[in-house]
């Protein structure tokens, strides 16, 4: 199945999570065109100079980031970091975590839930 940029399913959530600002996600494929049936979320996020997605937990669950444009600061569990394009998180299995666009660059970020 191909998908061009741009024509992908859009959705905006005010304050994500209880995190601040506005952030975008670009559904890449909903989890009913997988062959599978664990793929909760496949999304390419746009989360622009001071918003975030707020600190929650995912049980039963793995979410997989790769950093693909801007800077970020992450939380995971007990670790905070600072990330770039390039890097990856992959958080889950009741842990908490949270992401925030830092700088003046718009944040770029390949999501991926999958559920076990």
């Given at each position: 199945?191909?998908?061009?940029?741009?024509s992908?399913?859009?959705?905006?959530?005010?304050q994500?999570?209880?995190?601040?600002?506005?952030?975008?996600?670009?559904?890449?494929?909903?989890k009913?065109?997988?062959?599978?049936?664990?793929?909760?979320?496949?999304?390419?996020?746009?989360?622009?100079?001071?918003?975030?997605?707020?600190?929650?937990?995912?049980?039963?669950?793995d979410?997989f980031?790769?950093?693909?444009?801007g800077?970020?600061?992450?939380?995971?569990?007990?670790t905070?970091?600072e990330?770039?394009?390039?890097?990856t998180?992959?958080?889950?299995?009741?842990?908490?975590?949270?992401?925030?666009?830092?700088?003046?660059?718009?944040?770029?970020?390949?999501?991926?839930?999958?559920?076990?």
């Amino acid at each position: 199945m191909i998908r061009k940029f741009g024509s992908f399913d859009v959705e905006r959530r005010e304050q994500m999570r209880g995190g601040p600002g506005t952030v975008t996600l670009e559904h890449l494929f909903h989890k009913d065109e997988f062959g599978g049936e664990h793929v909760r979320l496949c999304a390419r996020l746009v989360i622009p100079p001071g918003s975030g997605i707020g600190p929650h937990e995912h049980d039963e669950e793995d979410e997989f980031f790769l950093i693909l444009r801007g800077r970020a600061i992450v939380q995971d569990n007990e670790t905070t970091a600072e990330l770039g394009p390039g890097d990856t998180l992959l958080t889950g299995r009741g842990g908490s975590h949270s992401i925030t666009c830092k700088g003046n660059e718009t944040l770029e970020v390949l999501a991926f839930i999958v559920t076990y």
